[in-house]
């Protein structure tokens, strides 16, 4: 059974820093992994996409987070750094089991999502 669980999420001060991890089972992670946020009342944002050929970055997380991967643990994670109240939303990782991203971040399988808020 394909699983994608986050975890990582919480509450942070504005400046702040968290690492999301998305672990995967049933499956070996060594695909294109995505990450995704939707903040209350926003539409869903594409933030990121790890593949073993590039990894992209939305101008709004770019130069404060960074997507790597840990093949031998099947662990994939979000570093977010000088996070912003604006990052306050559920995160999500997902996956279509191919190697490369998905421009449209259309993927056939998500987690369950981690909750970050970041306080002012």
């Known amino acids: 059974q394909v699983q994608l669980v986050e975890s990582g999420g919480g509450t942070v001060q504005s400046g702040g820093s968290l690492r999301l991890s998305c672990t995967a089972s049933?499956?070996?992670?060594?695909?294109?992994i995505a990450w995704i946020r939707q903040a209350p009342g926003k539409k869903r944002e594409g933030i990121s996409c790890?593949?073993?050929?590039?990894?992209y970055y939305a101008d709004s997380v770019k130069g404060r987070f960074t997507a790597s991967r840990d093949n031998a643990q099947n662990v994939v994670y979000l570093q977010m750094n000088n996070l912003k109240v604006d990052d306050t939303a559920d995160y999500y990782c997902?996956?279509?089991?191919?190697?490369?991203?998905?421009?449209?971040?259309?993927?056939?399988?998500w987690g369950q999502g981690t909750q970050v808020t970041v306080a002012p």
């Open positions: 997902a996956t279509s089991r191919t190697f490369n991203c998905d421009d449209d971040f259309n993927y056939d399988y």
């Open positions: 049933g499956f070996m992670l060594t695909y294109a």
């Open positions: 790890i593949s073993s050929s590039k990894t």
